[in-house]
């Protein structure tokens, strides 16, 4: 594979990863406008309404061995909004390893409890799901450990 060619592919990696499932949020502020955010809104702002978009149909330039993979065990990154260096950490080592991924950002209540009855609590962020297995806390051994079990490759 030609080097123009492998980072056409890592930045369209790169791309379907952050246009993975999304939270949308809704509120209306004190003067009565209405605001539509990516980003929680501001704790001022009262209960805003969150709407999740299902992730979109897995990308066709994908091997497909990282389709069937990504069938058979999905990777999810679960993160929350304050976490900056080690879920930037954590999307580095996936994206590295050319892992397409969804991530879930902790962002509202029913976020973090579905997150306890997946995985218990404490809520720990970034915590790594492959398939049915999860991983709580970055730790890169553990988590390339897990990757590889299952059989995704070390390398893009």
């Known amino acids: 594979m030609t080097r123009t060619r492998f980072l056409a592919v890592l930045i369209a990696l790169g791309l379907s990863a952050l246009a993975q499932a999304q939270t949308t949020y809704r509120w209306v502020d004190r003067q009565g406008q209405v605001h539509y955010s990516d980003q929680p809104p501001p704790p001022e702002a009262g209960t805003p309404e969150a709407r999740r978009f299902a992730a979109p149909p897995p990308d066709p ?30 999307r580095a080592l996936l994206g590295a390893r050319g892992i397409p991924f969804t991530e879930r950002i902790l962002a509202s209540q029913d976020d973090i409890a579905d997150f306890r009855d997946r995985f218990g609590s404490p809520e720990q962020v970034p915590t790594l799901s492959v398939g049915r297995k999860p991983f709580k806390g970055f730790e890169p051994g553990g988590w390339n450990r897990l990757l590889d079990q299952v059989g995704y490759p070390k390398a893009p």
């Open 61 to 90: 330039t994908l091997s497909y061995t990282l389709r069937k993979l990504g069938e058979d065990f999905p990777v999810t990154l679960y993160t929350s909004a304050n976490c900056t260096d080690l879920c930037a950490s954590a």
